[in-house]
């Protein structure tokens, strides 16, 4: 007689360092080589898809798993990790039960073509911001989760005193001079996008509906001091395709690129659309206004698509850092890579100068030939067009990283850029805290995590109040 073999899962998503993790801990004695300064103080947070339950592995998508956060407060000098699953409404529901209820993804072509509509889980796995000192988990199709700090504990989904009419984008934009957080939400029906400004008052008000002719996944927005920029791609909901086995999205060219200007408190009477030629892009780094021109700068891709497996194609999907420039007065629209060598995502500047000119744009570098990871990090300057790569060890991978300024800061770029770092050779997770003045020098400090660290989404730097 055979043994039983248990099957590992083939799917990437799944393995290495991308299999989950169940138990959540709290760790304040760690190995730590170098110094952690005592010049910061706050927490590093990082949220990604973290399955509790899979109902199919051959099918799981990189989307579906349960919200986890890994977090490191750092206070005078030395670190505490935790790690908590966001404890949503699906989740405790599934553990009451002990299995899987939601479908993933890519179920959901099975459930539409039978005439049903698939149940959905909030997760909160995507990406987080801190506004009106409250922290948010989100994902796109739901409603933000508000969790505790330093903690990590999940207090409840937060519609903002029931005026949120709408879902949610994971990545809304906050205008620290202003206070106010911009937001929006897409549709597979109509209203395919839908937007809002959430004041000081934790109240979503000029809520208004966007004409664009498709549904699409529209991961980001931008903003500058008086306008608000939505991307208007063609990665498109395509749900007879779906119900036929089809993936989530198509690319669709024949709809058009074009990029919308709207001023902050305007609507579909008042925005601008700009053509730009065919692109796509997941995330904003910045936008900002110079005299008549809105400059606006992402990770641009010359294709779109959810890269989820190594292809010929896998190249065409991954971005890399480019700057458009929309001339509110004559209608030009300028376009230039900032970088013809390196792809790179997960774009990230000093927090307090989102909407205003940046000059220090730090992103995640993709490592090519491979299914897509990050080996390195990446420093743009766009005053001199400098570009450093910070490349960590052979079979390290890392993900996105955080700026936190240094208390008193002299400069721009006077403080930390800091990560989690897997070692694909020892299987362990470091939270490494490079000295953004010092960028492809060796870490100040890696903090050793006892409990691997998944790879994940978005990442955030909290400064303790
Ligand atoms: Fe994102």
């Not at 909407?355 to 299914?371: D, E, H, I, W």
């Not at 490349?391 to 996105?400: A, K, L, N, R, W």
Request: proline content about 6%.
């Amino acid at each position: 007689m055979s043994e039983a073999v248990i099957q590992e899962p083939k799917n990437p998503h799944l393995q290495g360092n991308n299999a989950p993790v169940y138990e959540e801990v709290t760790i304040t004695d760690m190995e730590v080589i170098g110094e952690i300064p005592s010049d910061i103080s706050g927490n590093f947070l990082r949220v990604g898809p973290n399955p509790y339950y899979v109902p199919d592995p051959d099918r799981y998508h990189i989307f579906d798993g349960d919200g986890m956060i890994h977090g490191v407060h750092i206070s005078g000098g030395t670190a505490t990790y935790r790690n908590r699953f966001i404890d949503s409404a699906g989740l405790r529901e599934e553990r009451r039960e002990g299995h899987w209820i939601y479908p993933g993804l890519n179920m959901f072509g099975d459930y539409l073509a039978k005439g049903e509509m698939p149940g959905t889980k909030n997760t909160g796995n995507t990406a987080m911001v801190f506004h009106n000192n409250q922290l948010f988990a989100m994902m796109e199709g739901g409603t933000p989760y508000r969790v505790s700090l330093p903690e990590l504990e999940t207090e409840g989904e937060h519609d903002f005193h029931g005026t949120l009419t709408h879902n949610f984008t994971a990545h809304p934009k906050v205008d620290v001079q202003s206070g106010e957080m911009m937001t929006f939400g897409y549709g597979i029906s109509p209203p395919f996008l839908t937007y809002s400004v959430v004041g000081t008052d934790d109240r979503a008000s000029h809520t208004t509906e966007i004409s664009i002719p498709k549904p699409i996944m529209m991961h980001d927005c931008g903003i500058t001091e008086h306008y608000t920029i939505f991307p208007d791609l063609p990665l498109v909901f395509d749900l007879e395709k779906m119900m036929a086995g089809g993936g989530l999205v198509d690319w669709d060219p024949g709809n058009g690129c074009r990029i919308g200007i709207v001023p902050r408190m305007g609507d579909d009477t008042s925005i601008r659309w700009f053509d730009i030629e065919e692109s796509f892009l997941f995330h904003v780094a910045n936008a900002w206004e110079e005299g008549d021109e809105i400059v606006f700068q992402a990770c641009r891709s010359n294709r779109g698509g959810i890269v989820t497996a190594e292809g010929s194609d896998v190249r065409e999907q991954l971005g890399q850092l480019h700057e458009w420039r929309f001339n509110l007065s004559t209608g030009e629209v300028a376009s230039k890579a900032l970088d013809g060598d390196y792809y790179c995502d997960f774009p990230r500047i000093h927090d307090d100068l989102v909407g205003r000119k940046n000059r220090f744009t730090y992103a995640a570098r993709f490592r090519l030939g491979t299914m897509p990871t990050f080996d390195g990090e990446m420093k743009y300057d766009n005053e001199t067009g400098e570009i450093q790569v910070h490349q960590f060890g052979d079979g390290c991978e890392s993900g996105e990283a955080v700026f936190a300024p240094r208390r008193n800061a002299k400069a721009e770029d006077d403080g930390y850029v800091i990560c989690f770092v897997y070692d694909r050779n020892s299987g362990n997770s470091e939270c490494q805290i490079l000295d953004a003045q010092r960028f492809e020098e060796e870490p100040v400090a890696r903090i050793k995590i006892p409990q691997r660290v998944p790879h994940g989404f978005h990442a955030a730097w909290v400064a303790d109040r």
